[in-house]
C-alpha cells in the first residue's frame, strides 16, 4: 500500500492536473454545438478549475440519436450478458487504477474532503458498477405455469436509451448507481451530471471507452437542467429518465414525461430524515457520535442526512451535549488536508440557502446551541459551521424543509407513540434510525416508520445488496441491489401453445 499523501502533496497534485471540460457523444469529446461554456468555481478557494460544456437541445439531440442507433444496432443491447460483465468489470478496475484523480476532481470540485473522495467515494462507485455486472449473468427470466401444451415464458428487455440526470453531492456514486444496471441490462445511457459537479462524470466516459463501451452506448451532457435536463426530460426518443435531486425538480420530471412519451421516470427525492433515541439506547455516546456524523458528513449534502433528532425527554438535554462535544471533530477545514473531516459547501447559492436557514430557525424561536457562522471566509472558499438547534417543533421550517447543509433540529419526545408520530409528519420518507435496547419498541417504531431505510441502533447501514430509496415525496424508485434491474428493463411475456 503506498503512503498517504499530505495535503502540500495533494495541492501539488492538483496542480499538475489536466481537466477536461467537454461533452462525451458517440465516442468523441466535443465543445457543446452552441460553444457556450460555463466556469466550473471550486468551492474550496473559489478559482476555476475548467470551462464546461453547456449542452442544450442540439447536443440532447445528438447524443438521443446516437444513443438509438447503437442500442438498435445490438452492439451492446444484443451482447450476452457474460461479455457486457467482462467490460464494465474492467471499467470498475479502471475507476479504482484512477482512484487519486478522480478523488482529487470530486474534491476540487464539490469540496468534500479527500479522504472522503479517496477512501469513500471512489471504491463506492467501483463497487456499485462490480457488483451490478457480476450480477447480470445471475438474473434469470422465469416460466409460467401452464397446461402440458403451453409454455409461458416472462423475460425482461433492454428498455432503450436511458437519461440519468444526477446531483452534486455524491457525483460518482450517485451516477454509478443509475449507469451500472442501465449498462448491465443492455441500455444505452445519457448521463447528465449537476452542472454544480460535473467534471468526474465526464473522466468517466473516457474511462468506459477504454474498458470497451462502444461508442454511442454511454454519453455525458453537462449543462444546466433548464436546458439539457429540460431537453432530455421531453424528448420522444428517450424511453426512461431516472433522477436524483429535489422533489420540486423531481415532480417536474414528471411532468416532462407526461407531457412527452409517457417515458419510464424512477424519482429519488428529497429527505427530513428521524434519528429516533430513545434513553435506553445500548450506547448512547455512539449514539451521539453517529447522530453527530449524520448532519456533518459530506457537509450535511446528504438526502438521507439525519436532520431531525428526535430524543426522549428524560435523557434530552444530556445527549444534546454529547452531540455537541462529537461535532467537535467536524470542525470545518481545508479539503485536501487529509485530516479533515467537514470540507466546503458547493457553491455560493447553497451557502446563501444555508445561512438563511439558519436565520429562520433563530427567529421561529429555535434555541441555536452549536454552530451557526461562516467560517474560513479568507481562504476564498465556501466553510459553514455544523449547527445544532434545541427547542424545536415540527411545525417549524427547519424541521420541516430540506435545507441540505450541517443543520440539526432536536425535538423532544416522551412515548413511542409520540415519536412515531412526529417521525412521520413530513412529506418525506427516505430515511430513519431507531436507538433502543428493547427488541419490541426496535421493530414495532421501524414497521412504523414511513420510510425506504429504516436503521436500528445505528445510523446509514447497508450495502449494494439492499435497496434504496423513499416513500412519499422521496421518490418512487430503487437505487441498488437487484431491485434496481426492474427500472431499466420492460417485462415481456412470450405465450407458445404447442400443436
Known sequence: MSTPRTQQQWQQLAASLTINGQAYINGRLQ????????????PVDGRGLAEVASCDLADAELAVTAARQVFESGKWSQLAPVQRKQVLLRFAELILE???????LECLDMGKPISNALNGDVPAAARAINWTAEAIDKVYGELATTPH????MISRE??????????WNFPMIMAAWKIAPALATGNSVILKPSEK???????FAALAAEAGIPAGVFN??????????????????VDCLVFTGSTAVAKQLMIYAGQSNMKRVWLEAGGKSPNIVFSDAPNLAKAAAEAASAIAYNQGEVCTAGTRLLVEESIRERFVGMVGEALKAWKPGHPLDPATMSGAIVDQQQLDRIIDYIGIGQSEGARLVEGGQQVMQETGGLFVQPTVFDGVSNRMRIASEEIFGPVLSVIGFTTAEEAIAIANDSIYGLAAAVWTSDINTAMKTAKALRAGSVWINHYDGGDMTAPFGGFKQSGNGRDKSLHAFDKYTELKATWLVLE
Open 31 to 42: 465543445p457543446a454545438i452552441s460553444g457556450e461554456t460555463f466556469t466550473c468555481i471550486s
Open 98 to 104: 484512477h482512484r487519486d484523480e478522480l478523488a482529487l
Open 149 to 152: 401444451n403451453q409454455v409461458g
Open 158 to 167: 433492454p428498455i432503450g436509451v436511458v437519461a440519468a440526470i444526477v446531483p
Open 197 to 203: 459537479s460535473p467534471l468526474t462524470a465526464i473522466r
Open 220 to 237: 455525458v451532457l453537462p449543462g444546466y437542467g433548464h436546458t439539457v435536463g429540460k431537453a432530455l426530460a421531453l424528448h420522444m426518443d
